[in-house]
C-alpha cells in the first residue's frame, strides 16, 4: 500500500510542478498529509489483539467491523481494504477545509485537483495552514469558513482507515459516515459536487435505515432518531436563511442595505437557532460549534449541495430493483454531460435513464474528496 502511495504521490507532485510553485506548496502537503495518515493507520486485528487497547475503543471496533460487512452484503459497497484499519491521531479533525464566497452572494468558490475536478472547498491537513489561507481570501474580499472535517473519501485510490476523529460517534453516526464515504468509492462524476453529495447522503440515508432495523435495538433507533431529527431541524433552519440571503442578494437595492440586511438576517438565524436548541432539542448543544464564529456567507453555500438532490436520487432507489440496479444507473448518469445528468436526474422514470455507458475515463492522480 505504501509503495502505491508513493506512485501516487509523485504523480501529484508532478502535476503540482506543472501547474507552478503555489500549486506545488499545496499539493505537497495534501500528499504528506496523506502519506502520514496511512503510515499511521494499522489493521483492525492488530488494534483488537493488542492488549493495551482499551476495551472502549475495541468495541467501537468490532461496530466497525460489522457495519463494514453489512456494507458489503447488503448495500453492494465496495468490498475493498477501506475502513478496515485504523489510525490514531492527535488532532480533533483529519482536515480542515476553507470554503469562501463573495460577500453578497452564496455561490461558493471552486478550486480544481486531480481526479475530484473542481470542488467547492479546499482542504489542509494543518489547522493553521488553513486558517492562513483563509485570511488570504478573506483580504480579497470573500466571506471564508474553516471548517474541520473528521473523514474523507480518496475515490478508492487508497484504503481509506477508520480514524480517531470518528471513531466515537454514535453507532447510527457511525454506519452512516461509513456507507457515505464508501458511496463516493462507488460513483463519483468529477465537477459535479451537488451530484456527488446527493448520492452519498441517500447512500447512507438508505444505508443506516436497512442497518438500524437489522440491530434490532429499539434504544439505538431511538438515539439515531432524534439525531436525524435535529439534523432536519438544523438545515430546514438554514435553508430557510438561505433563501433570505438569495432573496436579499437579488434585490435592487444598494450594496450598503444589501450588507446591512445581510447582518440583521444573520443575527435572526442565531436567535432562532437559540431559540430551537431551547424549545425543540431541550438545551441539545451539539450544533453549537457551528455557530461559534462569524456567520457569513460561507457557512451556507454548501447548505443546499449535500442535500438538495437526496429526493431524486431516493426516487431513483425505489425505481431500481436493488442496490446493484441503483449504482448502474447512477453510473449511467454520471457518465453523461453535467446538464444532461440534472435533467435526467429530474425526471426519474425508468424510461428517462440513459441506457448505455459512454463517458470519458477519469486521470489517474491522487486526490481525496471530503464531505
Keep these: 500500500m505504501l509503495r502505491q502511495a508513493l506512485r501516487a504521490v509523485l504523480c501529484v507532485l508532478a502535476v503540482a510542478w506543472l501547474a507552478g510553485c503555489s ?43 460489522q457495519i ?39 455561490k461558493a ?21 488553513a486558517q492562513d489561507y483563509a485570511a488570504s481570501l478573506q483580504q480579497q474580499g470573500y ?26 460517534y454514535p453507532d447510527g453516526e457511525l454506519a452512516r459516515l461509513i456507507f457515505h464515504e464508501l458511496a463516493h468509492q462507488k460513483v463519483y462524476a468529477p465537477d459535479d459536487t451537488p451530484f456527488n453529495e446527493g448520492f452519498a447522503v441517500a447512500v447512507e440515508e438508505l444505508g443506516v435505515e436497512r442497518w438500524l432495523a437489522a440491530q434490532h435495538d429499539p434504544r439505538l433507533i431511538e438515539t439515531y432518531q432524534r439525531f436525524a431529527q435535529r439534523k432536519r431541524d438544523f438545515l430546514a433552519l438554514l435553508d430557510k436563511y438561505r433563501d433570505q440571503l438569495k432573496a436579499n442578494y437579488d434585490s ?26 431551547t424549545q ?61 445528468r440534472h435533467a435526467a436526474l429530474g425526471d426519474t422514470a425508468p424510461e428517462k435513464l440513459p441506457d448505455d455507458t459512454k463517458g470519458q475515463p477519469k486521470s489517474a492522480a491522487t486526490a481525496y474528496h471530503a464531505g
Design 23 to 65: 500549486s506545488l506548496s499545496y499539493y505537497a502537503q495534501a500528499a504528506h498529509g496523506q502519506f502520514s495518515l496511512l503510515a499511521q493507520a494499522r489493521p483492525l486485528d492488530d488494534w483488537l489483539a493488542d492488549p493495551d487497547t482499551r476495551p472502549t475503543l475495541k468495541a467501537k471496533l468490532e461496530t466497525v467491523r
Design 68 to 106: 463494514r460487512r453489512f456494507a458489503v452484503t447488503e448495500l453492494g459497497l465496495p468490498d475493498n481494504g477501506s475502513y478496515r484499519s485504523y489510525a490514531q491521531l492527535d488532532r480533533p479533525f483529519v482536515l480542515w477545509n476553507v470554503v469562501a464566497a463573495p460577500a453578497l452572494s452564496l
Design 109 to 129: 468558490r471552486q478550486w480544481c485537483f486531480p481526479i475530484a475536478g473542481c470542488v467547492d472547498y479546499r482542504g489542509y491537513y494543518s489547522q493553521q495552514a
Design 143 to 168: 466571506d471564508v469558513q474553516v471548517a474541520g472535517v473528521p473523514a474523507y473519501s480518496t475515490l478508492g485510490w487508497f484504503n481509506d482507515p477508520v480514524i480517531s476523529t470518528f471513531i466515537q
Design 252 to 277: 435592487p437595492a444598494s450594496d450598503a442595505d444589501k450588507l446591512a440586511r445581510k447582518a440583521s438576517i444573520f443575527d435572526a438565524l442565531r436567535a432562532e437557532y437559540a431559540q430551537m436548541k
Design 280 to 340: 425543540r432539542w431541550n438545551g441539545y448543544a451539539g450544533y453549537d460549534r457551528w455557530f461559534a464564529m462569524p456567520l457569513s456567507n460561507a457557512h451556507l453555500a454548501l447548505v443546499g449541495t449535500y442535500h438538495d438532490l437526496v429526493p431524486a436520487f431516493r426516487q431513483l432507489f425505489a425505481h431500481s430493483s436493488g442496490f446493484p440496479d441503483f449504482y448502474e444507473k447512477v453510473r449511467r448518469l454520471a457518465q453523461m454531460d453535467k446538464s444532461a
